[in-house]
Structures are given as C-alpha cells and as structure tokens.
C-alpha cells in the first residue's frame, strides 16, 4: 500500500509540473489588480506573476479548510477520551465480575443448591 501511496502522488506531482510547464507562458504573465471598496481607499497591487496570485488563493484555502476543520478536531478528541473512559469502566467492571465468578467457583461451590448454579448459568447467558 505504501509503494502505491508514493506512486501514486509522484503521478500526481509530475502532472502538476506537466500542466505548469506547459503552461509558463500564463504562470509568468505579470498581472496587477485592484480593490476599491466604498469605505476605503483603492488599494492598487504590484505588478506580480500569475502563480503567486494561484499561491495565494491555495494557500488561503488551505487555510479556510483548517480553521473550519477544527471545531470537528476538537468533538473528536472529546468523544475518544469519552469512549476510552466507557471501556475502562467496562473493563473495571468486567474483571471485578471475573472475580466475582472465580470466587463463587472456588469458594462456595459445594455450599449452594442446584437450583442456584442454574440460576448462577442462566445470568451469566
């Protein structure tokens, strides 16, 4: 699995640098812009290439998806700690039965009926 991981994203890599080659001439293009909001003054851009304005917007993607990810991080980390209090419990409670059983079997085996082994068998079902 893990060779077919980094073939797989050297693919995709050598795809991305076959679309940007290929594509120099618009990469390369200098551009400016402009924000002219009605409260603020304009804000005129420096000349710059096309792939650092691409750059940027990837990048504040990146960013955007991290921030909106984070609230989901956090009910995660909450529900595993959560979860692995559940089975620690579970866990207490189980081995304390498992005690319970062994000294029953040990203790008190000839003491007790028939009838309270049976009934003992049809709890533990």
């Not at 699995?1 to 940007?20: A, C, D, R, S, T």
């Not at 804000?43 to 990048?59: E, K, R």
């Not at 990146?62 to 529900?79: A, G, N, T, V």
């Amino acid at each position: 699995m893990n060779k077919f991981k980094f073939v797989f994203g050297f693919l995709i890599i050598g795809l991305l640098g076959l679309i940007v080659y290929q594509n120099q001439e618009l990469f390369l293009n200098k551009q400016s812009f402009r924000i002219y909001l009605f409260f603020m003054d304009e804000y005129q851009a420096p000349h710059l290439p096309n792939a650092v304005f691409f750059l940027v917007c990837f990048l504040i993607g990146l960013l955007i998806s991290y921030f909106l990810s984070l609230s989901e991080r956090f009910k995660s980390k909450k529900m595993i700690k959560s979860l692995n209090a559940s089975v620690a419990s579970h866990v207490r409670e189980l081995s304390a039965l498992k005690g319970e059983v062994e000294s029953i079997k040990t203790g008190a085996g000839g003491d007790k009926p028939n009838g309270a082994d049976d009934s003992a068998k049809a709890q533990s079902a």
